[in-house]
Each structure stands twice: as structure tokens, then as C-alpha cells.
């Protein structure tokens, strides 16, 4: 079964500073028939103007992931962690019993747009992590590259919780496909650009709910830049 989301649909805020386009319910943003898919809690599609940024603020019992789409995140945490981020390079953290952290946009022009992704951990309490990767364009460029996965398996970052994150940048024609195991499903968001995916047209920021299908088969109509989220089925 495949639902396509289209942006024009989804929840929006603006900040002045901020610009964001939530894919749940956030903030504001209230739908009680969509708070969640699967454990993706959330994903908001977020524009950082220059010199601004979240100040200081807490979470516990999330794992958090920031991947950059452009622009330079900056960031401060109660562990000691202080980092600049830019293009597709990622920031992971799981806040287990509680981490206060601030995440800025400390350029003098350019904006920041980046998905803060929000995934449910499978316990409460658990140790607390933080890290990051500094990915190039040719490791997802025509190809999937897995940047996320659970502790069992062996991508650069690894959460608690049984889900895979994988990007690409697709050029213009090109496709790839993806096998979905039994009793998988997925969340596929189109940062950039737009494709064709199991036949349905994608196009920037559009995103696409994917349950009981055993594979994803995905075409660039332009140059494309995508991430999906694979995880159990609920």
C-alpha cells in the first residue's frame, strides 16, 4: 500500500527565524490522526535563517537525528559536544534519562535547512549517545547509503531502536531499487528535486507512507535527492 503525502498538506510554522514544515504533529501542528509512523515520531523540514537557532533547550527518552540538506548547523550539548555540520553530514544523538542541547545557524547570510528526525527508542533510561558523520556526495551519489541503522547492524550511526535510514542523490533518469522485507514498512521523504516511485510521481518535500510492499523501485525525473526511513511494520 502506498500514501502519498503531499507538502501542501502538512503542518507549517513560521517563525520569523524559523520556517518549518512538520510531517506529524508538532508544536502548533495538531492532528490526532497523525502523530506517528510506526517509531518515526517526527520530521520536520526546517529553515534556519542566518545568526539565529534553538537556544539551550532539553530532551529525554528520544533519539534524535539532523541531517544537513544546506547550509552549516552548529552544535552545543551538556556532554561537552560542540561541532559544525554542512551539506549531508549528520548529527545523531539518543537522549536517554536527559541532555540539554542548543543547535544554531551561525552563518551571516545563508540559510539552514535541515530534517530533524525524531525516532521513539525501544526503552525508557537508556544510555545516553551523541556523535556524528561527515558524509561526501559520492557516497550516496547513485547508490543508497545506509546512515542509520539499529546496535545489530553496521551503519556509520547506530541507534537503539530496529530502523535503517538510507539517502541517495539520484541523477537525472537513473534508478535504483530496494527490497522491503516481510513485515517491514517505510516513510520516503523527497528533499530535493522529484521522482517516480513504485509509479507514483514524488515531488520536493512530498513524502510517501509504504506498507505492504516488498520493494521500493525508484526513478529520477530530475535530479533527486531523497531519504527513506525502513522500520517494523505497527
Same mark, same amino acid.
Given at each position: 500500500?502506498?500514501?502519498?503525502?503531499?507538502k501542501?498538506?502538512?503542518g507549517?510554522?513560521?517563525?520569523?527565524?524559523?520556517?518549518?514544515? !512538520?510531517?506529524?504533529s508538532?508544536?502548533?501542528?495538531? /492532528?490526532?490522526?497523525?502523530? /506517528? &509512523?510506526? #517509531?518515526?515520531?517526527?520530521?520536520? @523540514? @526546517? $529553515?534556519?535563517?542566518?545568526?539565529?537557532? !534553538? @537556544?539551550?533547550?532539553?530532551?529525554?527518552?528520544?533519539? $534524535?537525528?539532523s +541531517?544537513?540538506?544546506?547550509?552549516? $548547523?552548529?552544535?552545543? =550539548?551538556?556532554?561537552?559536544?560542540?561541532?559544525?555540520?554542512?551539506?549531508?553530514?549528520?548529527?545523531?544523538?539518543?537522549?536517554?534519562?536527559? $541532555? +540539554?542541547?542548543?543547535?544554531?545557524?551561525?552563518?551571516?547570510?545563508?540559510?539552514?535547512?535541515?530534517?530533524?528526525?525524531?525516532?521513539?527508542?525501544?526503552?525508557?533510561?537508556?544510555?545516553?549517545? +551523541?556523535?556524528?558523520?561527515? !558524509?561526501?556526495?559520492?557516497?550516496?551519489?547513485?547508490?543508497?547509503?545506509?546512515i542509520?541503522?539499529?546496535? %545489530?547492524?553496521?551503519?556509520?550511526?547506530?541507534?537503539?531502536?530496529?530502523? /535503517?535510514?538510507?539517502v541517495? *542523490?539520484?541523477?537525472?533518469?537513473?534508478?535504483? @531499487? &530496494?527490497?522491503? =522485507?516481510?513485515?517491514?514498512? #517505510?516513510? !520516503?521523504?523527497?528533499?530535493?528535486?522529484?521522482?517516480?516511485?513504485? =509509479?507514483? *510521481?514524488?515531488?520536493?518535500?512530498?513524502?510517501?507512507?509504504?506498507? %505492504?510492499?516488498?520493494?521500493?523501485?525508484?526513478?529520477?525525473?530530475?535530479?533527486?535527492?531523497?531519504?527513506?526511513?525502513?522500520?517494523k511494520s *505497527?
Open positions: 500500500m502506498l500514501k502519498k503525502l503531499k501542501e498538506n502538512m507549517t510554522s513560521n517563525l520569523g527565524w524559523l520556517e518549518s514544515r !512538520f510531517h506529524f508538532f508544536a502548533d501542528y495538531r /492532528n490526532p490522526n497523525n502523530i /506517528n &509512523f510506526g #517509531v518515526l515520531r517526527v520530521l520536520n @523540514d @526546517d $529553515i534556519i535563517h542566518p545568526k539565529s537557532g !534553538f @537556544d539551550t533547550h532539553p530532551h529525554q527518552n528520544m533519539e $534524535i537525528v +541531517y544537513v540538506i544546506d547550509g552549516e $548547523i552548529t552544535h552545543k =550539548d551538556s556532554m561537552g559536544n560542540e561541532e559544525t555540520l554542512k551539506r549531508g553530514e549528520v548529527q545523531y544523538l539518543s537522549a536517554g534519562d536527559g $541532555i +540539554y542541547h542548543s543547535e544554531h545557524n551561525l552563518h551571516e547570510s545563508k540559510d539552514l535547512r535541515l530534517l530533524q528526525i525524531w525516532i521513539i527508542p525501544p526503552a525508557t533510561g537508556l544510555p545516553r549517545l +551523541y556523535g556524528s558523520q561527515r !558524509f561526501t556526495k559520492e557516497q550516496r551519489a547513485n547508490k543508497l547509503l545506509n542509520v541503522s539499529s546496535k %545489530e547492524k553496521e551503519a556509520p550511526i547506530q541507534l537503539y531502536q530496529d530502523v /535503517n535510514f538510507y541517495s *542523490e539520484l541523477e537525472k533518469g537513473k534508478s535504483l @531499487d &530496494f527490497e522491503i =522485507d516481510k513485515n517491514r514498512q #517505510v516513510y !520516503f521523504t523527497q528533499i530535493e528535486g522529484s521522482s517516480i516511485v513504485n =509509479d507514483i *510521481e514524488l515531488n520536493e518535500g512530498d513524502a510517501m507512507e509504504v506498507t %505492504e510492499e516488498r520493494k521500493l523501485q525508484i526513478k529520477a525525473l530530475e535530479n533527486s535527492h531523497f531519504l527513506f526511513i525502513e522500520m *505497527e
